[in-house]
Structure formats: structure tokens, C-alpha cells
């Protein structure tokens, strides 16, 4: 089993940054993949940006250069560094681990972009 703690959600500004961090625990290892998803209210789970152990990143295209994903290895942390934030961006932002037959996800934390 693998555990996932987000934090850094919250409220913020249109233009303004948010960072959020997702710290794994339990049967992690450099294998998993580890990445973010978000789900806002009525619509689809949609991918946004993932990791490898090695730090090959994969990251979905409305990100438009705005986010970036990161990795601490020796903490088993992944952070999503998010600029520009839109109102489009309003969603719960959901950290995952996947490694072949496992997924694994964290709470989510909101993040809201409103004037």
C-alpha cells in the first residue's frame, strides 16, 4: 500500500501561483509513476502532469508551459508548481501513484482561482 498527504491547496487570484505538494509513504519505490490529476465539479478526471523515478515528465498540453512537476527523491515528494493560474483551473487537484496493477490516490486539495 501506498499512502499519499497533499498539501497547498487554497484560494487564489487569476495570474496569481499556487504550489502543491503530494508526499508518498508506505510501499513506494523510484518504480511508481507518480503524477497529478484534477477534477472539477461536473466534469471528467483529466490529467495534468507526471514523474518517473527518473524524472521523465509527461505533461498534458492546456498546461501551455504554466505548470511544472517536480520530484524529491530522497523525500518520496512530488510538487506541482502552478503560474498564471485561470478560473479555469478551479478544481480538486487529486496526486496519484501508479506502478503496473496498482494505482494509488491522495485526497485532494482544492484549489480556486476567483477574483
Known amino acids: 500500500q501506498v499512502q499519499l498527504v497533499e498539501s497547498g491547496g487554497g484560494s487564489e487570484q487569476p495570474g496569481g501561483s499556487l504550489r502543491l505538494s503530494c508526499a508518498a509513504s508506505?510501499?513506494?519505490?523510484?518504480?511508481?509513476?507518480m503524477g497529478w490529476y484534477r477534477q472539477a465539479p461536473g466534469s471528467k478526471r483529466e490529467f495534468i502532469a507526471s514523474?518517473?523515478?527518473?524524472?521523465?515528465?509527461s505533461l498534458a498540453r492546456f498546461v501551455e508551459g504554466r505548470f511544472t512537476i517536480s520530484k524529491d527523491n530522497a523525500k518520496d515528494t512530488i510538487y506541482l508548481q502552478m503560474n498564471s493560474l485561470k478560473p479555469a483551473d478551479t478544481a480538486v487537484y487529486l496526486c496519484?501513484?501508479?506502478?503496473?496493477?496498482?494505482?494509488?490516490w491522495g485526497q485532494g486539495p482544492q484549489v480556486t482561482v476567483a477574483s
Open positions: 508506505g510501499d513506494i519505490h523510484n518504480g511508481y509513476i
Open positions: 496519484n501513484a501508479k506502478y503496473p496493477f496498482s494505482s494509488f
Open positions: 514523474i518517473t523515478g527518473d524524472g521523465v515528465v
